[in-house]
Structures are given as C-alpha cells and as structure tokens.
C-alpha cells in the first residue's frame, strides 16, 4: 500500500526490482515494506500523497491506473510504460520532465486539471510565452483521424512552435 507515499526517487520502483537491489533507491522506508518482492504487484497506482516522483521513478510498473492528485514534480520518464490507459495531470503539477508519459501504450487520451500543461483532444500541450505552445505528450494509443486518402492525422493546435522530446512515443 503506497497510499501514504510522498516522495519516490530516481529510479525507485523502475523495472520491477526486488529487495536486493533496494539500495538504489531514495525511498523512505524499505522496498520489501513497500510493495513485497517485486513491483509486478501493482495494478493500481493510488498515490495520493505523493508530490514528487524522480527521473523513472515507476519506469514500466505495469500498473492499469494511476491516481497522483497532489503530485507537484513529475521527473523524466517517471511514468514510462505504465499500463494505465489514460493519465491526468492534476492541477498542481509544477514540472514535468522529458518523457514523463511517453510509452503509455495502452494510453489512448490524456487528461488535465492544470493550467500550464493543460489537455485538448485528449493532448498535453504546455503553454509557452506570448500565446505559443509546445506539444508535450501525445498518448501512445491514441488514434489520429483517418483522412479520405486512408491515413491517419492528427492536427497540432494553432499557435504550437515546439514539439517535446519523446511526445509522441
């Protein structure tokens, strides 16, 4: 139970780890408390006092849902390759590093509560300065719309000049 978590390091839960190698991680208390011998446990992520997760912090836990209401500080790819089919983006994010959400393959829409990293069409995009935006996550499963000629689209948001890295993987 992970409920009470509130800081989770780089690295903590990536990869299904066991107890063996739980001197890698910048967890509060032990791995085998955590979660048993290995992440594999996981089907839903209810972490709702978590407010920092750290570079690949749940990197590939096969989880089918996530729930991080308060989380402030997301780090690089720290949701890589989760099994959930969609993520929201709570209202009190701050930052999001690179990747954060890319490999989502089951992901078919994104969600968002937050004002700068904020939702279209299922879409992350970030607000940028003087009304320009930067395509941030693009979920994985996502669907374009399939045109006349039988290939599938998807049109970014007028004003987009950036394109994050890992965005549409």
Known sequence: DLTNLEYAGNYAFTGYVTTTEK???EI???WSDAVGSTATKFQ???LEKLV???DYAFYGVPAKSVSVPVIETIGKQAFYGISASTFNVSATVKEIGEGALSGMSLATAFTSDNDVYFEEDGVIYRKMDEG???LFAYPAG???VEGEDGKKTFTIKEGTVRVAAYAGS
């Open 132 to 134: 320009k935006y930067e």
């Open 23 to 25: 001197d890698y991680y």
């Open 44 to 46: 839903a992520l209810n």
């Open 52 to 54: 920092y997760a750290g």
């Open 142 to 144: 996502k669907q374009g």
């Open 28 to 30: 509060s208390y032990t």
